[in-house]
């Protein structure tokens, strides 16, 4: 069977008389990936060596091994880390936050605002982080 798409699983659920049918129902357009086998999608499209990934994230080697083998599940901001250190487009990195049921960047927040122009714009993790120290925002680490 083939995965239906957000707005006609939306649609179906509205029209649904069942919880549990709909659910068995639609059992494979549901996203079942763990974040380590999402991060390992991601890794596998960029040209880059895990311990270069881990200096340009911000983590030791170990952190990020532990992530990838799926032992560690990471914060928001550690994934954000990630997507800078992957070099990870705006697209990229919003699809990996919403597939990990993590809130995507949302522009109107500043913090957001000050990290998805450092995606966007190509910038380095430490860049990002200078610049929300700036504004007084929660640094990424």
Same mark, same amino acid.
């Given at each position: 069977?083939?995965?239906?798409?957000?707005?006609?699983?939306q /649609?179906?659920?509205?029209?649904?008389?069942?919880?549990? /049918?709909?659910?068995?129902r639609?059992q494979?357009?549901?996203?079942?990936?763990?974040?380590?086998?999402l991060?390992? /999608?991601?890794?596998e499209r960029?040209?880059?060596?895990k311990?270069?990934?881990?200096k340009q994230?911000?983590?030791?080697e $170990?952190?990020?091994? /532990?992530?990838?083998?799926?032992?560690?599940?990471?914060?928001?901001?550690r994934?954000l880390?990630?997507?800078f250190?992957l070099e990870?487009s705006?697209?990229?990195?919003?699809?990996?936050?919403?597939?990990?049921?993590?809130?995507?960047l949302?522009?109107k927040?500043?913090?957001?605002?000050?990290?998805?122009y450092g995606?966007?714009?190509?910038?380095?993790?430490?860049? $990002?982080?200078?610049?929300?120290f700036d504004e007084?925002?929660?640094?990424?680490?």
């Open positions: 069977m083939k995965k239906k798409n957000t707005d006609n699983l /649609q179906e659920m509205m029209n649904a008389p069942d919880l549990n /049918q709909f659910l068995s639609n494979e357009s549901f996203v079942n990936a763990s974040v380590s086998e991060l390992n /999608q991601l890794f960029k040209n880059i060596s311990a270069a990934l881990a994230a911000g983590m030791s $170990i952190y990020l091994h /532990q992530i990838f083998a799926g032992r560690r599940k990471p914060s928001r901001n994934l880390c990630l997507c250190g990870a705006v697209e990229e990195t919003q699809e990996l936050l919403k597939l990990c049921g993590m809130a995507q949302y522009p927040l500043k913090r957001d605002a000050i990290i998805y995606l966007l714009h190509g910038l380095k993790l430490f860049e $990002i982080n200078d610049k929300l007084d925002e929660e640094i990424l680490f």
